[in-house]
């Protein structure tokens, strides 16, 4: 019997995990006003960036279903 391939990102809780390019990158932290070391961390190896090419420094874009505010998004640092 053949094994199908599962892959992570497809599962129901993972939530969508996307990189931000430069200018996206850019146009955050200046919404914000802080820098990359503020942001809250997330691991290269974290296995929801397991398909994703990220390297240290890169911004991850994560956006949560929530109940009550309809999606919930989050930025992470990549190290």
């Given at each position: 019997?053949?094994?199908?391939?599962?892959?992570?990102?497809?599962?129901?809780?993972?939530?969508?995990?996307?990189?931000l390019n430069d200018s996206e990158?850019?146009?955050?932290?200046?919404?914000?006003?802080?820098?990359?070391?503020?942001?809250p961390l997330i691991s290269v190896?974290?296995?929801?960036?397991?398909?994703?090419?990220?390297?240290?420094?890169?911004?991850?874009?994560?956006?949560?279903?929530?109940?009550?505010?309809?999606?919930?998004?989050?930025?992470?640092?990549?190290?």
């Amino acid at each position: 019997m053949p094994t199908k391939k599962v892959t992570i990102s497809d599962h129901v809780l993972i939530p969508k995990h996307e990189k931000l390019n430069d200018s996206e990158k850019k146009a955050v932290l200046e919404l914000y006003g802080i820098t990359e070391k503020e942001l809250p961390l997330i691991s290269v190896s974290d296995p929801a960036l397991a398909e994703m090419k990220v390297k240290t420094g890169d911004v991850i874009k994560i956006e949560r279903n929530s109940p009550t505010a309809g999606v919930s998004i989050f930025y992470r640092s990549v190290v």
